[in-house]
């Protein structure tokens, strides 16, 4: 039933794909004589666009448990491979046209982004504890680098100095969680360890290792109240890196949250299509309360920010809050919501951050004051990220009110109407501070009115993320089918 | 013609989609080249609104009945959610339909006088006029909830970008408004959803029709407190577009603030979007409701009448007491909608077609004077009668008519209302006809201020309305002149399903 | 509430552990907090010094060290536990064939890698 080291080979592909990309990129830095030639880069693309190509080789079928029941080669691990390759190939591009990042050598910086989205490809996948917690070091690690990327810069340093020490605290926390879960199982796999706890465990332990691992997780996806590294680090990093944490790290938090607890903490009943607690313990309800906290701190603290970075941060926040309610349904459909929701929100989130980058690059700052008067500085790049941020907050005809109405809609069905009137109240209030972005861009007049020119590789870039989040509005249906199939998560 | 017959209300829902495509792609500082394709694209739906003027059939009720809408377009839209592009037209929805058409092409006309970022502008406008179609002629709540959401991104742009001194405070509170009560009536719409099954499938719909017939409801949704918090979250979402007390408050500074063809497309057609809402989806799918909620929400309707009265009464801004006196008139249609009697609610029509022809008048005379004082103190003028003897004489038209007067439309209207609502609630139609007295009172008091007494020397040489301000005008004016004189060609489009709406909520049907 | 408490099993060693954590936790905060609310508190400037052996303090606290000591205890870490995976490697050799073979040049390939990029970029000079 479990494949080998050299049989699941066949099934590694994407994840040899980057490695190699890795090591040739190292190999390309040491060699190189010319420190800021855009080699790297490219290399990283086609790296990165490997592995997408690769990831849709074999197809997953029912799922093949790989290395000795130690990682899942499933519909589940693939699309998030799959998202989470294709969120770097973006940040990769918008890299390239930073302005943070120009005349420093960005081989490393490459070389981070690629071993982050392998710690991605790794989390996607786990089935066994210590696998698990690998790769998520391997994706916070590379992280902290990236975030202090910009060597000079007070700010880059004190993020990563923050997210170093808070990622830490809550890594160990939830080995501590995973230490109890081997104890009272005797295996680090996690099926073995679902099965065990389904026979009956006593309860304490059982609350404990839950609430510990969601520490863990809910860092790495900046839940409230492990949210706070999350802001700093946003404002710190370069925007293209914060582009990515606020996207792909989260989306394989997302991952790693819905298989761990649906196959530890739940059993799967194969007859209804749902789940349920094999605990004493009701944690989608503590999930619920942390779904309603973090979109309601996020949108409420977003409202008083001044650094349009920031205010994407808190913005990513309240996501996370949304995203969680589709977790606690203990439903297919409602892992098919955050699976829906993560695609539109990529290509928003992405799209937004693009646009803070060229605005960035122009005004050397990314405050709301830099944004004023864009609108007849930058209309294109103006308007882009209007649409960005109103399918962030979930209107029509925008892909963000398609995803919003799929988690809500499962909200309902299953009943959780208090959490689902929370989050349409946060949606209001979200509008106010992305309308604040839209004000300062069209309705107040800049003190320099020059136009502010948008490269023609940027503009592409733009209506390539754009695009989606005006298609996905009106006709979604190649999305929906792709995550309703992508909800096979391998039982063994 | 095949084509345009059997897809009428789609190309006067997409054309001026159309038009706002085509005129994106003028190049820059063609700003008549501009005006003149939105003009197009905004007339074309005017004519066909003339075709649905004598193509409709009057005997034909439809509320809920799908075999008895016209203008049918039925086709599957999203099938994964069981969403469909159902289009239709009935009683209910003619009047607005028609009205929406002529006064979006008017408005167009009277925004000629905009200089500033035209193409904008005019696209915003046209994807306005999308909107506000696709939500009259929607029978499918999901779609309908689309189009009602499209409208309000370009009104926050409009006000926001084209309007007043307070223009962004107007626009966000504008936005941020109608956006939570338009959540509230997700969460029911979506509530709905998951508790009817369709008769024919037997899976899940957003067909509003498949909601209104009780045997589709599930067991959870034919609660009596169920149906009643459903009842108020999509009341709320709609009162705060009537906008009925103690809703109102975005729709002064909206008003004000809005530049003038957007306040008259806000007063004309907007409120009545609340107020139809409540007719086409609240009150057939909760008729139980509905009666339970009577008695507040004729309070509500007569609060609105004297309250909205009082405040234009106290106001110094010419635009802020036309925009109180469309609280006030909006409550009218209110108390005729609550009295559950065929000539209240038939009288509701009319008020909602009437009033939203009258205010559309007001707003463009208001502009007028704008346009040439940059003000708008009512204490500021004085004896403009013996300057702009021609606009005295519309204003006073226009006046009149919001005050009632017999032989013009609001007098029609008001009176059919009070006529219905007196067996069901006679001492609320007592107060609010003494309410009509401080409707009467502000018209003619600041008519007064303004036209007559002596001539403030400022305005010596104001100039006089010129012909695209009357164009913009007179169509509006002889309608209302007619349908005050002879209501019936108008009273036959909406009596069969004002009538048919209250068997359905008074459940003798 | 019951059923939970019910369901605590005393003599599991779990539940040592569990009265070991609260009671260590206890300690560690019980004492700082009784100092503080027992202990006479009178104020002298020179209590907030630094403390050097009872002198006056001659150089200011915080001691700059050289990175380069991380950069060796970080490259011995790697290249020794390097060193422990190749040890049970080397007792199986035999028995893993050709396959082990390849899998051990991979995996000292990528250190290799490392290497030379630490090389490169100076971190073996100790200067």
């Known amino acids: ?492 | 013609m095949g084509f345009v017959d059997n897809h009428i209300l789609s190309l006067m829902t997409f054309l001026p989609l159309l038009g706002a495509a085509v005129l994106l792609c003028v190049p820059r500082g063609k700003d008549d080249v501009i005006r003149w394709i939105a003009a197009a694209a905004s007339f074309l739906p005017v004519l066909l609104a003339v075709k649905l003027w004598f193509a409709y059939d009057r005997t034909v009720a439809g509320v809920n009945t799908a075999s008895q809408f016209q203008f049918v377009e039925h086709y599957t839209w999203i099938p994964s959610i069981n969403a469909e592009y159902f289009l239709g037209a009935d009683g209910i929805s003619m009047p607005l339909l028609l009205l929406t058409a002529l006064l979006s092409f008017l408005a167009v006309i009277g925004s000629f006088g905009i200089e500033k970022k035209v193409k904008g502008y005019m696209a915003l406008f046209l994807l306005l006029e999308t909107g506000m179609m696709g939500v009259f002629a929607s029978l499918d709540f999901f779609l309908f909830y689309v189009f009602w959401e499209v409208m309000l991104l370009p009104m926050y742009f409009l006000i926001g970008i084209w309007g007043g001194p307070r223009k962004e405070y107007a626009a966000i509170k504008f936005f941020l408004y109608t956006l939570a009560g338009s959540v509230l009536m997700l969460l029911v719409l979506l509530a709905l959803y998951f508790n009817t099954t369709n008769p024919e499938t037997g899976g899940h719909t957003f067909n509003l029709l498949h909601y209104m017939a009780q045997g589709t409801h599930n067991a959870w949704l034919k609660g009596f407190d169920v149906r009643i918090l459903l009842f108020l979250g999509l009341f709320i979402g709609f009162a705060i577009k009537v906008p009925l007390f103690p809703f109102h408050t975005w729709l002064p500074d909206a008003h004000v603030e809005a530049p003038t063809a957007i306040s008259v497309i806000l007063a004309g057609v907007l409120l009545k979007m609340g107020t139809y809402g409540l007719m086409r989806i609240s009150f057939p799918i909760f008729p139980d409701a509905t009666r339970w909620f009577a008695v507040p929400m004729a309070v509500i309707g007569v609060v609105n009448i004297v309250y909205g009265a009082l405040c234009a009464l106290a106001q110094s801004d010419l635009k802020k007491m036309v925009a109180y006196s469309s609280v006030s008139h909006m409550g009218f249609v209110m108390l005729g909608m609550a009295a559950l009697t065929p000539l209240g609610m038939a009288g509701a029509s009319m008020q909602m077609f009437s009033h939203g022809l009258i205010t559309a008048m007001l707003f463009f005379l208001v502009g007028v004077v704008y346009d040439r004082a940059h003000h708008r103190q009512i204490d500021g003028f004085g004896g403009l009668g013996a300057v702009v003897p021609v606009y005295t004489g519309f204003i006073s038209f226009a006046f009149f008519a919001s005050l009632g007067l017999p032989g013009l439309s609001g007098f029609v209207a008001e009176q059919m209302v009070f006529l219905g609502s007196f067996e069901a609630f006679r001492p609320f139609v007592v107060v609010a006809a003494c309410g009509i007295v401080f409707v009467a009172a502000f018209h003619l008091w600041s008519l007064q201020r303004v036209f007559l007494g002596p001539l403030n020397p400022k305005y010596a040489t104001m100039e006089e309305i010129n012909a695209r301000e009357m164009f913009c005008l007179t169509p509006l004016g002889i309608i209302v002149l007619l349908v005050g004189v002879w209501p019936m060609p108008v009273m036959n489009l909406l009596n069969a399903s004002a009538v048919r709406l209250v068997d359905i909520v008074k459940a003798v049907l | 509430m019951a059923a939970f408490l019910a369901s605590l099993n005393f003599s599991d060693p779990y539940f040592a552990v569990l009265v070991l954590l609260v009671i260590a936790l206890a300690m560690a905060v019980g004492f700082v907090f009784l100092s503080q609310a027992l202990g006479p508190k009178r104020y002298d400037r020179i209590k907030f010094d630094v403390y050097e052996c009872g002198v006056d303090p001659k150089t200011p606290a915080a001691v700059r060290v050289s990175v380069k000591f991380y950069l060796l205890a970080l490259l011995f870490l790697l290249f020794d536990l390097e060193t422990t995976f190749l040890y049970p490697w080397a007792v199986l050799y035999r028995s893993l064939g050709l396959f082990g073979f390849l899998e051990m040049a991979v995996f000292v390939g990528i250190l290799l890698v490392g290497l030379v990029y630490a090389w490169k970029k100076g971190a073996l000079e100790w200067q």
């Open chain 1, 1 to 492: 039933m479990f494949l080998g080291n050299l049989g699941s080979l066949a099934y590694f592909l994407p994840e040899l794909a980057v490695t190699a990309t890795i090591l040739l990129l190292v190999v390309l830095h040491v060699a190189s004589k010319r420190k800021t030639s855009s080699a790297p880069a490219f290399l990283a693309l086609v790296g990165v666009g490997a592995s997408i190509l690769l990831a849709g080789v074999s197809p997953p079928g029912e799922g093949k448990a790989i290395f000795e029941g130690m990682a899942a080669y499933d519909g589940f691990a693939v699309f998030f491979k799959v998202l989470t390759a294709f969120a770097t190939l973006v940040v990769i591009l918008m890299s390239m046209d930073s302005g943070e990042l120009a005349g420093r050598s960005k081989a490393e910086y490459f070389i981070f982004l690629l071993a982050t989205l392998l710690g991605m490809f790794l989390l996607s996948s786990a089935t066994d504890i210590v696998m698990l917690y690998l790769s998520l070091e391997l994706v916070s690690i590379p992280s902290y680098l990236l975030a202090g990327y910009l060597k000079g810069k007070e700010r880059s340093t004190e993020a990563a100095m923050k997210y170093v020490v808070f990622g830490a605290t809550a890594s160990g926390v939830m080995i501590y969680g995973f230490s109890l879960l081997f104890g009272m199982a005797g295996s680090t796999q996690t099926a073995e360890i679902g099965r065990v706890l389904a026979a009956g465990k006593p309860a304490l332990p059982v609350i404990l290792a839950a609430v510990m691992v969601a520490v863990g997780f809910g860092y790495k996806i900046a839940a409230v109240p492990f949210h706070m590294w999350s802001p700093d680090v946003y404002e710190g990093a370069p925007t293209p890196a914060t582009a990515f944490f606020s996207v792909a790290p989260k989306a394989a938090g997302f991952a790693v949250l819905v298989r761990f607890y649906y196959t530890v903490f739940a059993a799967h009943d194969a007859a209804s299509g749902l789940w349920r607690i094999t605990s004493s313990m009701d944690w989608p309800l503590l999930f619920a309360g942390l779904s309603a906290v973090t979109m309601t701190v996020g949108n409420l603290v977003a409202i008083k920010q001044e650094n349009v970075k920031r205010l994407l941060a808190y913005s990513s926040i309240a996501h996370a809050g949304y995203m969680l309610m589709g977790f606690v349904l203990l439903s297919p459909a409602g892992i098919e919501a955050i699976l829906f929701y993560l695609v539109v929100y990529l290509f928003m989130n992405l799209g937004a951050f693009y646009v803070v980058v060229l605005v960035g690059n122009s005004a050397r700052g990314e405050n709301l004051s830099d944004f004023t008067g864009l609108g007849s500085r930058a209309p294109f790049a103006a308007v882009a990220l209007s649409i960005f941020l109103f399918s962030l907050t979930g209107i029509p005809p925008f892909s963000g009110f398609i995803g919003k109405v799929y988690l809500f809609a499962e909200v309902i069905h299953r009943g959780v109407y208090w959490l689902a009137v929370v989050a349409a109240l946060n949606s209001v209030v979200s509008l106010y501070y992305y309308a604040r972005i839209v004000r300062a861009m069209f309705l107040l007049e800049p003190k320099d009115p020059s136009a502010i020119p948008v490269p023609a590789v940027s503009g592409a870039m733009l209506v390539l993320l754009a695009a989606p989040t005006l298609v996905l509005g009106v006709y979604w249906e190649p999305v929906a089918r792709f995550a309703s199939a992508s909800v096979k998560m391998l039982a063994f």
